[in-house]
Each structure stands twice: as structure tokens, then as C-alpha cells.
């Protein structure tokens, strides 16, 4: 009869470490990119509108971390890029974007299908999964699928990144650099 006690008291700590580990506590973080200097680091982060966080509690007002498409850039240029092809899925919670076939309007028998997948936020080749889709028809029956050449599969992430890294850099410059001496409080200056 005492084993119910245990069962329970484990279920519990089974249940926190559950929670907190999906509230976002733990995040993995690389050292390379936070500068040793404390000034430096407030001061990227103030660029960047990124805010603090005590205990999971964030300050909403500029952290810089948005649960909308507008603010990532990949996600945004990936849009850019592929504007001139109808949109069969952008889901941006699953991180998708798939076209519907396209067609120039040249050889209507030829068409082609783009598929995206985000693996990351963070604007790094390895952070796109892209796939184009060739089908060949002889008068619109006997279609032929296959997985296009991987040249044009660079070609657009390399245009992506370049346009995802040109938005960055534009965000990071609209933000006017803030002195410290006006974030520091009078009795907190060295």
C-alpha cells in the first residue's frame, strides 16, 4: 500500500519536469555568439529589441520574439522569392510553404511545384529544406513527377538567405543604438 504514495509523488515530479522543460526554460545556447563584455551584450540585445526574462516571465514590450511571419526574415523572403507562384500551403506554425504547380505559360505541358521547410529561425543554409518538383504531361494525361534538378534548389535558397540576411541587417539598423549610461540606473554605473 505504500507504493501508491511513491507512484504519486513521481507522477508529480514527472508532470513539473514536463512543464518546465515545455515552457521554454531550457534553450540550448552557443557562447560564440554573445560577446564577453556585459556592454556589449545589452547593447546587441538593444539593437536587436530583445528584452529579459526572469524565471519565464518576459518582458513582452521589444523581446524581439513574435509568434507571427512578419518578423522572421526567412519566412518573409521565402515569400518574397516565390510571389510570382500560387500558394497552395504557408504554414507558418509548421514551418511549410508549398506551391501549387506552375506553369510560364510558354510549354503549358511542363510545370513546376516548390516546396520549403524551415528546420530553423536562424538564417543559415542548413535552416531550409527547399524541393522542386518538375512535371512533364503529354496533353494533359500521362503526367511525369520528378524532383527537379538541385541546382535550381540552391539557386532559390541562396536567393533566400540573401534576402532573409539583407532584411536582418535592415531591422538591426532601423534600431537606434541607445547610450547605456540612459539604461543604467544612477547607482548602478561603475
Known amino acids: 500500500m505504500k507504493i501508491k504514495p511513491i507512484l504519486f509523488k513521481l507522477t508529480g515530479l514527472l508532470m513539473i519536469l514536463i512543464n518546465l522543460?515545455?515552457?521554454?526554460?531550457?534553450?540550448?545556447?552557443?557562447?560564440?555568439?554573445?560577446?564577453?563584455?556585459?556592454?556589449?551584450r545589452i547593447q546587441k540585445n538593444l539593437k536587436e529589441g530583445r528584452g529579459f526574462s526572469i524565471m519565464g516571465?518576459?518582458?513582452?514590450?521589444?523581446?524581439g520574439n513574435f509568434n507571427f511571419a512578419t518578423s522572421n526574415e526567412m519566412w518573409r523572403?521565402?515569400?518574397?522569392?516565390?510571389?510570382?507562384?500560387?500558394?497552395?500551403?504557408?504554414?507558418?506554425?509548421g514551418g511549410l510553404i508549398i506551391t501549387d504547380w506552375y506553369s510560364d505559360g510558354s510549354n503549358a505541358d511542363d510545370s513546376v511545384k516548390i516546396s520549403i521547410r524551415f528546420l530553423s529561425n536562424e538564417i543559415r543554409a542548413d535552416a531550409l529544406n527547399i524541393k522542386v518538383f518538375s512535371k512533364q504531361c503529354e496533353k494533359t494525361i500521362?503526367?511525369?513527377?520528378?524532383?527537379?534538378?538541385?541546382?535550381?534548389?540552391?539557386?532559390?535558397?541562396?536567393?533566400?538567405?540573401?534576402?532573409?540576411?539583407?532584411?536582418?541587417?535592415?531591422?538591426?539598423?532601423?534600431?537606434?543604438?541607445?547610450?547605456?549610461?540612459?539604461?543604467?540606473?544612477p547607482g548602478d554605473k561603475n
Do not use: H, W
Open 21 to 40: 522543460n515545455s515552457c521554454g526554460i531550457y534553450r540550448p545556447v552557443s557562447a560564440k555568439d554573445f560577446p564577453p563584455e556585459p556592454e556589449k
Open 57 to 63: 516571465a518576459v518582458n513582452k514590450k521589444g523581446d
Open 142 to 185: 500521362n503526367c511525369k513527377v520528378s524532383q527537379s534538378n538541385p541546382e535550381i534548389e540552391n539557386e532559390l535558397k541562396v536567393a533566400i538567405l540573401k534576402r532573409a540576411a539583407k532584411y536582418k541587417k535592415d531591422m538591426i539598423d532601423s534600431n537606434p543604438e541607445r547610450d547605456l549610461n540612459t539604461i543604467l540606473a
Open 77 to 93: 523572403a521565402s515569400l518574397d522569392i516565390l510571389d510570382f507562384m500560387p500558394l497552395t500551403s504557408a504554414d507558418y506554425g
